[in-house]
């Protein structure tokens, strides 16, 4: 079965400074990632996608992600955070044509002024 | 285009009531999920419907969960009776295709439910 984790539950960072959100999953065959991010009072959106290629993929409002099979490994990364990144975090892994997705616990990131 | 809808926002019943949850999904899409949140966990997998037919029910938790998609349009999420540990955000998503998978879930806003 699969399964995600998300080593940080709850980071807080001052604006400008750079970010790194861990996230390991476990299964052993192809596998879709993703990151998802709840902004305050909103619903769940996707912020990138990783399906096959280039392990770096770049997402909506300067996030980045990197692909390391040999470590089961798809963090989340952005130069300089803004306060307006306050948020959820979630990372999501589907394997392949299997249509579930699972989600992990979920990182807070609170960025502070 | 409209986004997907949820119903209510937020039920607060007693233990033993019974409690519907309403989904409308993005129009045209085939794709409809259930997941729930309980504070500060994983948002968990319930079910997954293609059109009207369950393609995976692996995650309800138990009979006492019930779910429908007649039509293959608008799905409901019954809940009896309801007990203590029910309580939390159940998430409906929805996603394009049939076939291979698109990439990206929309989600609703979430039905905040707490039994007291």
């Known amino acids: 079965a699969q399964s995600v984790s998300q080593h940080n539950h709850h980071v807080i960072l001052s604006e400008a400074a750079s970010l790194e959100l861990g996230c390991n999953y476990s299964?052993?065959?192809?596998?879709?990632l993703f990151w998802y991010v709840q902004y305050p009072g909103q619903h769940l959106q996707l912020l990138l996608k990783?399906?096959?290629?280039?392990?770096l993929v770049k997402g909506i409002k300067g996030f980045e992600a990197e692909f390391i099979k040999s470590k089961f490994s798809f963090n989340l990364r952005k130069p300089s955070v803004q306060w307006s990144d306050t948020a959820e975090y979630f990372c999501?892994?589907?394997?392949?044509?299997?249509?579930?997705?699972?989600f992990g616990t979920g990182t807070k990131l609170q960025v502070i002024p | 285009e409209a986004g997907v809808t949820q119903f209510p926002s937020h039920s607060v019943i007693e233990k033993g009531q019974t409690v519907t949850l309403r989904c409308d999904p993005i129009?045209?899409?085939?794709?409809l999920y259930w997941y729930r949140r309980v504070m500060g966990k994983e948002i968990k997998f319930l079910l997954h419907?293609?059109?009207?037919?369950?393609?995976?029910e692996s995650g309800m938790p138990n009979n006492r969960f019930l779910a429908e998609r007649t039509g293959g349009t608008y799905s409901t999420l019954k809940v009896q009776p309801a007990e203590l540990e029910d309580s939390g955000v159940y998430f409906c998503?929805?996603?394009?295709?049939?076939?291979?998978?698109?990439?990206?879930?929309?989600f609703g806003e979430g039905s905040r439910l707490t039994v007291l």
């Open positions: 998503a929805s996603s394009q295709g049939t076939g291979g998978y698109t990439g990206e879930l929309f």
């Open positions: 299964y052993g065959g192809t596998v879709n």
């Open positions: 990783y399906f096959s290629g280039d392990p």
């Open positions: 999501a892994v589907n394997s392949g044509g299997y249509q579930k997705v699972t």
């Open positions: 129009s045209g899409h085939d794709n």
């Open positions: 419907f293609v059109k009207e037919s369950k393609q995976d």
